[in-house]
């Protein structure tokens, strides 16, 4: 495309184009060229006019002066005034008047007879006037009868006697005319060769600085559209230069508060994605601005979540409401809200308006899962009641028949071996409870020494046995050990998984009818051994297997309690086994039976 061609931009009214910078500099230079030639043309032409009339007015008034000396010589008679008039015309050429001093004609160059006597008064004629009053007088006026601009000069015949008359002599202005129309033309023909001086010298001139201006426009267009890298190439000491420096510079700012906003974005997405809570920015209509990672985690929402509503990328409704109740209220809200689903959610929300200059601009929410909080603070009050209950029963018990012995009972001393007996053995399960409870807490808090060493898991096994064996054997219960000879030792107490083994294989026995049988097996691989304790017992509901390892939780209370368990056994071999860096699974059918397995490290 030539590039000297005007080009339309859009968006322009229809049938409008928009010239290049060049052409509109163009345009000025022949726009101020051809001003200032008619302009100048046209104070020249003034000029030379009145200098020309000026001219014309002193060559008039020498012959007013001679007209007027002849006027005299020839006695001032009215009767040869019009033959003086006529001669003194026709020898100078000129239009010669001459006038009494009350206006009255007295004899003119172009009037005879009857028209002379018919003539107008000149009285009020301005040079007329003039001459009467201060001896001489002149005006410039167009005169219908020879329908032409004429001049005119008048002087006092006598100059000390208004009352001699007056003789004027007048010429049109036909020189005068003629210089300014030829003056007009040499003003035109000045003005067009200026113009085309301009326009050639401004398509020179501006070519140049247009096509800089045109740069320095489309590196602007290139920054607008993001492209930061675009330089102005420094070049000459103008101002266009200047103005590319500048744009450069500031390039140069935008580039590094841009890059300044991106990492301190990235860092906010960082920092948002890594935290645990949930976060969500709205805008004032409540729309979705910002949500990080973790809220859609929490509330499972559908990507994207920019430009849509909270209730439309979470579906939870109680979320949507929190957010237009904070929106809504100046002061900060704090909700709590139930999620359902596979596993029950417990979220606690802390939600403000966010405002600038007295108006509310947006919301933020930031969501914690209180559900572990939940579940532990239910775990806690359980606990206080299990403690309670567990120990309110030995308690009554020997409360109750201490009372007994003390009212009496001690008279029948068989009677009262019997509640002795029943005393000692309330107090033994309060003594278990309370022992249990320390073991569990000193677990917990990792103040309970452990010797680990190689262990052999066989040798264990067979001690555990030893231990609940009478009770198996009791029920008629089937126990098999199916543990290689070979197995490789681990890394453990004994005492400590001796006391884990005995836990497991009472719990198996208690939970398994009578003729039921009980096995224990172990393997090793990749570094660890697995311990597997399984039984044909009464099972677990999937419900409660989540559960099995809490304090005094037992999947059959009154059975439990009635076979002398305190409730804290599988609590105690988890801690135990964890503080061994191992690890403890169950798995269970319902009246199938359960399974209990261990891992621990190869010694």
């Not at 501006?206 to 290139?222: H, K, Y």
């Not at 999937?542 to 009154?558: K, L, T």
């Amino acid at each position: 495309m030539d590039r000297d061609r005007p080009r339309c931009r859009l968006p322009l009214p229809a049938g409008r184009c928009r010239l290049r910078i060049q052409h509109r500099l163009t345009l000025s230079f022949i726009v101020v060229a051809g001003l200032s030639t008619v302009v100048s043309g046209f104070v020249l032409n003034r000029t030379m006019g009145r200098q020309i009339t000026e001219e014309i007015a002193a060559d008039l008034r020498h012959h007013a002066l001679l007209a007027r000396d002849l006027w005299r010589e020839e006695g001032g008679l009215d009767e040869v005034a019009d033959r003086l008039a006529d001669r003194i015309g026709e020898d100078l050429k000129r239009h010669v008047t001459i006038v009494a001093a009350d206006g009255h004609v007295l004899g003119d160059t172009e009037l005879d007879g009857d028209l002379l006597a018919k003539v107008e008064n000149h009285a009020s004629q301005p040079e007329i006037r003039a001459a009467l009053d201060r001896g001489e007088g002149r005006s410039q006026r167009y005169s219908s009868t020879v329908a032409e601009e004429m001049l005119y000069v008048a002087l006092r015949i006598d100059p000390a006697d208004p009352g001699a008359g007056v003789v004027r002599v007048a010429v049109p202005l036909t020189a005068v005319r003629r210089a300014r129309e030829a003056m007009t033309g040499r003003i035109v023909f000045a003005t067009l060769i200026a113009v085309v001086a301009a326009a050639l010298f401004g398509l020179v001139a501006a070519r140049g600085q247009a096509r800089r201006l045109e740069a320095l426009a489309n590196i602007a267009s290139q920054f607008a559209r993001g492209n930061l890298e675009a330089r102005v190439p420094p070049a000459g000491h103008d101002e266009i230069t200047d103005l590319g420096r500048s744009l450069n510079r500031m390039a140069d700012q935008l580039e590094e508060r841009l890059d300044l906003l991106g990492r301190e974005r990235n860092q906010l997405r960082a920092l948002l994605d890594g935290m645990v809570e949930g976060v969500l920015l709205t805008d004032a209509e409540g729309t979705i601005v910002l949500a990080n990672r973790a809220f859609e985690r929490i509330f499972q929402a559908q990507w994207p979540l920019t430009g849509r509503r909270p209730l439309e990328a979470a579906r939870v409704p109680a979320l949507q409401e929190a957010v237009e109740a904070a929106l809504r209220t100046p002061e900060p809200l704090v909700r709590e809200m139930v999620l359902s689903g596979a596993q029950e959610k417990v979220l606690r929300a802390s939600l403000a308006a966010i405002r600038e200059g007295g108006r509310v601009v947006g919301a933020v929410a930031v969501f914690h899962d209180v559900t572990e909080i939940r579940r532990l603070e239910q775990v806690r009050r359980e606990f206080v009641a299990n403690v309670s209950h567990e120990l309110r029963t030995p308690l009554t018990a020997i409360k109750g028949y201490a009372e007994t012995l003390k009212h009496g009972g001690l008279d029948d001393r068989e009677q009262a071996v019997r509640f002795v007996d029943v005393i000692d053995r309330h107090a033994q399960r309060l003594r278990d409870l309370i022992e249990d409870l320390l073991d569990l807490s000193s677990i917990e808090q990792g103040q309970a020494r452990l010797r680990p060493g190689p262990v052999s898991v066989r040798d264990v096994a067979v001690q555990a046995e030893g231990v609940v064996g009478e009770a198996m054997r009791a029920k008629r219960q089937t126990f098999s050990l199916a543990i290689p000879a070979d197995l490789p030792a681990v890394l453990a107490d004994r005492d400590r998984l001796a006391q884990v083994l005995i836990n497991l294989l009472d719990n198996a026995s208690k939970f398994t009818p009578e003729g039921g049988r009980i096995t224990v097996t172990a393997e090793a691989g990749n570094g660890q051994v697995r311990i597997a304790v399984r039984d044909t017992g009464v099972g677990i509901h999937p419900d409660q297997i989540g559960r099995v390892f809490e304090r005094f939780y037992r999947v059959d209370p009154s059975r439990d309690r009635r076979g002398g368990g305190t409730g804290l056994g599988l609590a105690i071999a988890k801690h135990l086994i964890l503080a061994m860096e191992g690890t403890i699974e169950v798995e269970s059918v319902p009246d199938a039976g359960t399974t209990f397995r261990i891992t621990l490290r190869r010694s």
